[in-house]
């Protein structure tokens, strides 16, 4: 009887230890991806959509995907910083509440026309502690491409996004939480508030308060 050749059991064995590790990697991939995917599915349908479609009905198609993708209850708590514990739960709720709505309204303002871009997702996770790095580039139909990280933190068993990156360095949170503690160092909750209010009558052209 011929003895089975060791190099074809070596294979074998090293086969089977790194297969489930391999699809394990592969796996956490289009977990922490999928958000990210589904952002930009549901920012170039209202990049379709245009101006032609009235801003609130491009918010409408928006709101759902962002509340989805992104932790904003932990966004806005972070960007507050030491200071959210201190405010009332009933202020908490009316700037999350504002937060949710200048966050979707800033996405529906930037990503406003369509001329063929496309959204790519590099295969790569960039570990930050228990953070996960989605890079994604923004091709225009000529030119050079854009780039965005999304910093993707788990909630449970799903992933969604605690901070976007500019040019993959630009945190949009630190921008965002220079931003809001003058208003809060001026006049509290309620100046942050109303601020966010006419930012997003702002964006949306008087459509939204």
């Known amino acids: 009887m011929m003895l089975p050749d060791r190099r074809l059991l070596l294979s074998a064995a090293l086969a089977a230890l790194f297969a489930p590790a391999a699809a394990s990697a592969a796996a956490d991939f289009a977990a922490v991806s999928a958000p990210v995917a589904a ?3 549901g920012l170039i349908a209202v990049m379709k959509a245009g ?17 989805k993708v992104f932790d904003l209850p932990r966004i806005v708590a972070i960007t507050v910083g030491f200071g959210w514990d201190q405010l009332k739960p009933a202020e908490q709720q009316d700037l999350l509440a504002v937060f949710r709505r200048y966050t979707v309204a800033s996405y ?5 026309s369509y001329d063929g871009q496309q ?25 050079k491409p854009n780039r965005i990280d999304y910093v993707m933190l788990q909630n449970g068993t799903a992933w969604q996004a605690v901070d976007v990156l500019l040019d993959g360095t630009i945190s949009q949170v630190a921008v965002q939480r220079s931003d809001f503690n003058s208003f809060l ?7 942050l508030v109303a601020a966010l209010r006419k930012k997003v009558a702002t964006l949306s052209g008087g459509a939204l308060s």
Not at 108 to 112: D, E, G, I
Not at 129 to 136: A, D, M, S, Y
Not at 185 to 191: D, F, I, P, T, V
């Open 51 to 67: 101006d032609a479609t009235p801003f609130a009905r491009r918010f409408a198609m928006l709101e759902p995907v962002v509340m």
């Open 39 to 41: 952002l930009d599915e």
């Open 108 to 112: 529906v303002a930037n990503f406003n």
């Open 119 to 143: 959204f790519r997702i590099l295969p790569d996770l960039r570990a930050v502690g228990t953070r996960q790095v989605v890079t994604t580039h923004i091709i225009p139909r000529s030119g």
């Open 185 to 191: 160092a001026s006049g509290g909750a309620a100046a």
